[in-house]
Structure formats: structure tokens, C-alpha cells
């Protein structure tokens, strides 16, 4: 069964007189399982198809099931709660609350249930989702006290604790060193393979778009590529070689 | 989400940014603080009035002379002498409702001990003034029917008077001179504290009535006739039949303006009351006015802190937060500063309105009315004030929120 299932998706912009269209037309499938990088220049409509996908907006046509679900036609709070429960989002400048600890952040979605998690069970979830992420010792902190690349795991931990379908990273490694960045691969190869958990990965790295087994690249608003990644980059291994090169 | 969740989110993102926290809650704090203290010293002096009157006796009725028509001109109260002794006493015994009267006398003078002198107010009475005004006797005695009726040289004086003219010594059986007569000095009266106007009553000297008139004044006029109902249901009662007593003997016609008029203690105590009411009034305005910047000071943080949490609220949305969600949390957090800085304003205003108690001569009344009053007041104020930002923070756009830097 596919996750996505978009088609014909298509957002005009509307400022006063002038309208861009930033994307004209998208099929995507992804089915469950599958580790999507999405690629593209700037203003190529990557963007605008993550926050569709990750049901943040609405398109202006197409349409968009998620999970077997027709979602372009919801209200606002009918998307939260979607994403609440379905979507788990991991962003370049990690988003954390300011001033929170790593388990309040992790906390913050199971908080927004609709049907309300006991709160035994929610610290149990929040400490495992850290656990999970190797931050098992730094629940207190708060994102000051840590470093990006452990920022970057409290977010993804706190985008599993709702066990969603569909992960969404956006650019998760942007901000972090290029040892940070496989590190964080490892964790998302990982969950994609160990938990079956779907991952769609917007980069415009080329080199961390290699650790998906699939790259769609968009130009113009419009899908310019659709290919299957030959020769796919296991993190594990490449966090091995970076070790033996650093001896 | 369940309210619980909502205040536990809100007391979160409170408790994150401590100062702003407190910083908004000052004017909330200051407002609601004023507002009790003001109130408190209002009433405070409300009661010290209505305490003032009540001293006066309780079931007292006083009977002027005045208000007479005289080819158009009025004269008002004291503006003539048309009671008259007989009249006090045609009371007391036509009028079943009353059970004292006195007719009383003033003058000022000055009293003469050894080589200290002293001006006061003289005042003459008839035996059962003490009881009228229920004021004790708290050395010797007070002159009696005997000394009425001889017009005796007997004084009783007030705390004041003795204090000036005997310096802390035993007053009773000296001998004083009023206006150059010599008087025996029989008793001393309890203090009684300020009147209503801010006089002490207690600077006083009380002889026979009788005396007073004949060897003092040298006049026979009565200045006023107090009357003491016999008992509180009875004064409206007793006015009626003061009134029917002197319309006769004052052979008022019917549509004729009486020359006298008749206050109860009710009615000054109305009076009075009025204008303290007015005042505190007056008070509680300014302050509530403080208690309005308070709020609007609310509102302009809850702004800005919602334009600074932009992100946050994007964070927030993104996560699954509804705009209801969102809309509460802000309107919580608006709630929970305007009644915590309510809560310490009561305090802060009950510590207030004691520390203005040892200033001024009113003892504070910080009534649970103003207490419930500030409170509901800052929990409008927090609702009110706090719903803009909130409505505005829940419209925002996800995409945009998670956006801005």
C-alpha cells in the first residue's frame, strides 16, 4: 500500500494581482517503506511539496491521499490532527521550544492528542523515542546544553513519538558537519529499515541524497527525474571509514 | 486536549520567561493592589464616620430651633430661639416613644484653674445627658436633679479640659472658674474621641443647664433639645410625636413651616454616610483606572510575546496543535498572569492598607467585596486583554510561523 498517493497536486500563490504557480502538476508514490530524497534548486517547488505532503497547506488542485486518506479538502484543525497523528517532521533548524527540556520537546505532540495519552505512558513513549536516538541520558537538557547533532535527535525523536507514518525531513542536515549529517542518516537508515517507518528526505546535498534508496528530482515546479539510488551509501559503513580515516 | 493540558502548556511557556512574566504581572499587580487599598481607606473612613455617629448615642434625636418664616426670610438652623425648656419637658411627658430629653445650652469660654487657663466649650445639660449620648462616668459623679434645679456652681469635665488645666492631677472636688464664677469640680467624663467633624468631643466642660442659663449666658435661650428614643424601632416613632407635641405648643397652623426641625440620628448617619460613600467611590475610580493600564499593559506583552513565539506557535501547529489549542494556551497564559498578579495585588494592597493605617487615623477595612471585586476585575481584564493576541496567534499560517526567524 502506498503512504502517498498524490496526483495532478498543483499550487498557484495569490499576492494581490500577481499569482505564481509553484508547482504545475505532481504524480508522486511512495509506497510503505520507501526512503525518498527530494531534490532541486531553489524555487524548483520542493519546498511547496513538502508542506503539501506534510499536510501544512492545501493545494489549489490534485489530489492528495495520505495513508489511503483524501487529505487536499480538509479543514485547517483536520490537518493538524492529521499531522499530529500521521506525519512526524524533522526541520534544518531542528525547532526545538527554547528553554524546554529534551523531554518536554519530545512530549509537545503527544500533548496535542486528540485522545489524551495517560501521562505514565507518555514519559515511557518519550523515553524510549529518545532512547531510540541514543539521547537516553540527556532528557533534561535543554537544546542550549546540547549540540546540533543532538538536537537534530531530540527532533527526530520527538517526530517518532506519535509513531507516524511518514517521516519528513526537511534539509535535517543542514546545519550540521558532515560527520553530524551521516550520523543522522544512520538514525533515519535505521528507523527506515529496522521499523519499516517511510522517510521523505528534502536535501540539495547530493552526497546525503545517496543514503535514499530513491531521488526525485523537481525542476520548475514539475518532477524533472524519478530514479532509484544504484549505489546507495549505508551510513554504518561510511561512519566506519570517516573513524579510520580520522586514525 | 483538556484544560489541564492547556494550563500545564501555559504555566510552561510562563514559567520559560520568567522576567517578561513578572514584568506583566506588575501592572496587574500594581492595579489591583490600589484598588484594595483605596477601597480599604474609604471604607476605613466610612466606618471611623459611622463609628463617630453611633457615639453620638444611638436612638438620639435632636430638636433645632430655626427653619422659622419670618416675612419671607428664612433663617436657618440656631437662627432662633423658639424652644424652650418647657418645651423639653412637655416632651419627655406627652411623648410615650421618648424616654429622655435635655435641653441643652453652649457657650465658649475660658476656665481658669490656679494659674493655668484654658478656652472651651461650655456646655449645659440636663441630668440625663450622659445617658442620651451613653457616656460614662469614669471618676466622681455627674450633677443631679438637685443641682438642676439650684442652678448649682457643679462641673464635669472631659478628658481634654483636665488634661490642660490639672496636668495628670486628681481633678475632683478643685475648684475652677468659669467666666470668673467659681465652680466645684464633681466628675470627669470618659473619652469619647473626635466628632463626625473632626472636633474632640472630650475638650469639654458640662454643667446644670440651669447654671448655665443663669449665671453664665444669663439668658434663657435653649439652643437645641436632644431626645433619646426608647428604643431603635421607636425613633421614627418618637420624631412623629416630638413633632405633634411642638406643632401645639408652637401653635403651628396646618401649611405653616414649623420653627424648629427634628433630626434622628438615622438621618445624619445618611448623610454622612453619602458623602463617605462618594469618596470612596472616587477612589476606587482612580484606582480602577491603574487596573486598566494594567490590563492594556497585558495585552501589549501578550502581543509582542506573540509576534517573539512565532515560531514557536508555528512549532506548535506543525506538531498538531489546532488554532483552538493555540488560542487557549495564549488566553490561559493571559489568565493565569492577570489572576497570579491579582492575587499578590490583594496582598500586596492588604499589606498597603495597613501600612496607610499608621499614617492616618482611619483604621483600614480591606472588605472581602473589594477583595472579590479586584479579583473578578483582573480576571476580565485577563480574558479581555488577552483574547486579540491569542485570537490573532491562532490564525497564524504553520508554514509561515515556522518561517520567521
Not at chain 1, 43 to 60: I, Q
Not at chain 2, 380 to 392: D, E, I, L, R
Request: net charge neutral; aromatic share 6%.
Amino acid at each position: 500500500m502506498n503512504v502517498i498517493d498524490a496526483s495532478d497536486l498543483t499550487r498557484t500563490y495569490v499576492t494581490g494581482e500577481v499569482s505564481v504557480t509553484a508547482l504545475k502538476g505532481v504524480d508522486i508514490a511512495v509506497p510503505e517503506g520507501d526512503f525518498v530524497a527530494i531534490m532541486g534548486p531553489s524555487g524548483s517547488g520542493k519546498s511547496t511539496t513538502m508542506n503539501l505532503l506534510g499536510c501544512l497547506d492545501r493545494p489549489t488542485s490534485g489530489s492528495y491521499k495520505l495513508d489511503g486518506v483524501e487529505v487536499s479538502g480538509m479543514s485547517a484543525d483536520q490537518l493538524a490532527e492529521i499531522r499530529n497523528q500521521k506525519i512526524g517532521f524533522v526541520f534544518q533548524g531542528f525547532n526545538l521550544l527554547a528553554r524546554t527540556t529534551a523531554m518536554e520537546n519530545v512530549e509537545l505532540p503527544l500533548l496535542y492528542r486528540e485522545k489524551e495519552i495517560p501521562s505514565k505512558e507518555r514519559r515511557q513513549r518519550c523515553k524510549d523515542a529518545l532512547q531510540s536516538v541514543g539521547l537516553g541520558h540527556r532528557l533534561d537538557h535543554v537544546p542550549t546544553q546540547l549540540s546540533g547533532g543532538e538536537q537534530q535527535r531530540v527532533a527526530i525523536a520527538r517526530a517518532l513519538v506519535t509513531r507516524p507514518s511518514l517521516l519528513l525531513a526537511d534539509e535535517p542536515t543542514g546545519n550540521l558537519d558532515s560527520r553530524t549529517s551521516v550520523e543522522v542518516m544512520r538514525i533515519f537508515q535505521e528507523l527506515n529499515e529496522e521499523q519499516n517507518i517511510t522517510v521523505l528526505l528534502v536535501t540539495h546535498e547530493p552526497d546525503i541524497a545517496q543514503f535514499a534508496k530513491r531521488i526525485i528530482t523537481f525542476k520548475d515546479g514539475r518532477i524533472k527525474s524519478d530514479l532509484t539510488v544504484k549505489e546507495r551509501l549505508v551510513a554504518k559503513q561510511v561512519l566506519l571509514n570517516m573513524v579510520d580515516e580520522d586514525e | 486536549m483538556n484544560l489541564w493540558m492547556v494550563f500545564r502548556i501555559s504555566l510552561t511557556a510562563l514559567m520559560r520567561n520568567k522576567l517578561r512574566t513578572f514584568l506583566t504581572a506588575l501592572g496587574i499587580i500594581i492595579g489591583v493592589s490600589t484598588v484594595i487599598t483605596m477601597l480599604a481607606i474609604g471604607t476605613g473612613a466610612q466606618r471611623s464616620v459611622e463609628a463617630t455617629i453611633a457615639s453620638l448615642g444611638t436612638n438620639t434625636i435632636m430638636i433645632f430651633p430655626g427653619s422659622s418664616q419670618s416675612s419671607g426670610a428664612r433663617t436657618g438652623a440656631f437662627g432662633a430661639s423658639t424652644l424652650t425648656v418647657e418645651d423639653a419637658k412637655e416632651i419627655i411627658k406627652q411623648c410615650p416613644a421618648v424616654s429622655n430629653t435635655s435641653p441643652m445650652t453652649q457657650i465658649n469660654a475660658q476656665v481658669v484653674f490656679q494659674d493655668q487657663n484654658w478656652s472651651t466649650q461650655i456646655t449645659g445639660c440636663d441630668v440625663s445627658y450622659p445617658e442620651i449620648r451613653n457616656w460614662a462616668i469614669v471618676d466622681g459623679r455627674f450633677f443631679t436633679d438637685d443641682d438642676v434645679r439650684a442652678a448649682a456652681k457643679v462641673c464635669v469635665l472631659g478628658k481634654v479640659v483636665i488634661d490642660n488645666l490639672f496636668g495628670g492631677e486628681n481633678p475632683i472636688g478643685a475648684t475652677v472658674r468659669v467666666k470668673g464664677i467659681p465652680m466645684r469640680v464633681i466628675g470627669q467624663l470618659a473619652e469619647k474621641g473626635d466628632s463626625a467633624y473632626g472636633q474632640s468631643q472630650d475638650d469639654v466642660i458640662m454643667v446644670p443647664y440651669t447654671t448655665c442659663m443663669k449665671r453664665l449666658q444669663r439668658q434663657s435661650n435653649v439652643r437645641y433639645i436632644m431626645a433619646e428614643a426608647a428604643a431603635k424601632d421607636q425613633v421614627d416613632r418618637a420624631k412623629k410625636q416630638i413633632n405633634e407635641v411642638l406643632l401645639q405648643r408652637h401653635h403651628i397652623q396646618e401649611g405653616e413651616d414649623p420653627d424648629y426641625s427634628i433630626r434622628t440620628q438615622a438621618e445624619f448617619a445618611e448623610t454622612a454616610n453619602q458623602s463617605t460613600q462618594i469618596f470612596t467611590l472616587l477612589l476606587g475610580g482612580i484606582a480602577s483606572v491603574s487596573l486598566l493600564v494594567g490590563g492594556i499593559g497585558i495585552m501589549n506583552i501578550m502581543l509582542v510575546s506573540v509576534t517573539e513565539r512565532i515560531r514557536e506557535i508555528g512549532i506548535r501547529m506543525a506538531l498538531g496543535a489546532k488554532r483552538k489549542d493555540i488560542l487557549r494556551q495564549f488566553l490561559v497564559e493571559s489568565i493565569v498572569l492577570s489572576l497570579t498578579g491579582g492575587a499578590i495585588g490583594v496582598a500586596l494592597g492588604y499589606g498597603l492598607a495597613h501600612l496607610a493605617a499608621k499614617f492616618s487615623q482611619w483604621p483600614p477595612v480591606v472588605s472581602l467585596q473589594s477583595v472579590i471585586l479586584a479579583f473578578t476585575f483582573s480576571l476580565v481584564v485577563g480574558v479581555f486583554f488577552g483574547f486579540y493576541p491569542a485570537f490573532k496567534a491562532s490564525r497564524l499560517d504553520p508554514i509561515q510561523a515556522l518561517r520567521n526567524e
